[in-house]
């Protein structure tokens, strides 16, 4: 059974800078691909990003395009969310997820395993 922890959520002004850690253990976590997906409050969840299990592929969605980078160190079992020039529409609960599916996935329906969760939010 895979384990995801996130960390690095906060509060932060217009503008600033996030990055969000995502470390997966437990058995075969290394052949994973890993997500991130984000919820605010009263909206559905929606992708952000997602890299694929040798790391090489990656996918973000166009609303964080350019601003944001997703990034793994296969060494450390550790996914990255580099946020940049966030904007108080970013404000969610970030979530890690994982699949052992092929390549790059963007359903949230494809994940099997979720993180609990980290709160992001950017002030005006």
């Known amino acids: 059974q895979v384990q995801l922890v996130e960390s690095g959520g906060g509060l932060v002004q217009a503008g600033d800078s996030l990055r969000l850690s995502c470390a997966a253990s437990g058995r075969a976590s290394r052949r994973l691909c890993m997500g991130w997906f984000r919820q605010a409050p009263g909206k559905e969840r929606e992708f952000v990003a997602a890299v694929s299990w040798s790391g090489g592929s990656t996918y973000h969605a166009d609303v964080v395009k350019c601003r944001f980078t997703i990034s793994r160190d296969r060494a450390k079992n550790t996914v990255y969310l580099q946020m940049n020039s966030l904007k108080p529409e970013d404000t969610a609960v970030y979530y890690c997820?994982?699949?052992?599916?092929?390549?790059?996935?963007?359903?949230?329906?494809?994940?099997?395993?979720w993180g609990q969760g980290t709160q992001v939010t950017v002030s005006s």
């Open positions: 997820a994982a699949t052992y599916d092929d390549g790059v996935v963007v359903r949230a329906a494809a994940f099997g395993t």
